[in-house]
Nanobody, 122 residues
Framework: QLHLVESGGGLVQPGGSLRLSCAASESAFAFYAIAWFRQAPGKEREGVSYMSTRGGTTDSVKGRFTISRDNAKNTVYLQMTSLKPDDTAVYYC??????????????????WGQGTQVTVSS
């Protein structure tokens, strides 16, 4: 059982930056692909960034969000820059074994964190 805990959310002004962290409970984390999702009120959960176990990445928010992982620390990060009010959402990290299935299909992920709120507002 892999436990994921997100942190780093908060209130930020438009144009600002945040770095989210997702800490995993065990070193087996290195054998899982990781994705960041977000869900705004009244909207479906959407994929933001994905990283495979080999380090390949896919981003739906191109140019502003960057995913990275530190397997030595069992942690994955989401660096967010040039934040906009539309980025306001609860952000979740999720893990699954490597797969060619749609990277941003929530139902394909086995483990989820509890989420961290990101609010972009002046």
């Amino acid at each position: 059982q892999l436990h994921l805990v997100e942190s780093g959310g908060g209130l930020v002004q438009p144009g600002g930056s945040l770095r989210l962290s997702c800490a995993a409970s065990e070193s087996a984390f290195a054998f899982y692909a990781i994705a960041w999702f977000r869900q705004a009120p009244g909207k479906e959960r959407e994929g933001v960034s994905y990283m495979s176990t080999r380090g390949g990445t896919t981003d739906s928010v191109k140019g502003r969000f960057t995913i990275s992982r530190d397997n030595a620390k069992n942690t994955v990060y989401l660096q967010m820059t040039s934040l906009k009010p539309d980025d306001t959402a609860v952000y979740y990290c999720a893990a699954r074994p490597d797969s060619r299935i749609n990277y941003f299909l929530p139902a394909s992920y086995t483990y989820w964190g509890q989420g961290t709120q990101v609010t972009v507002s002046s």
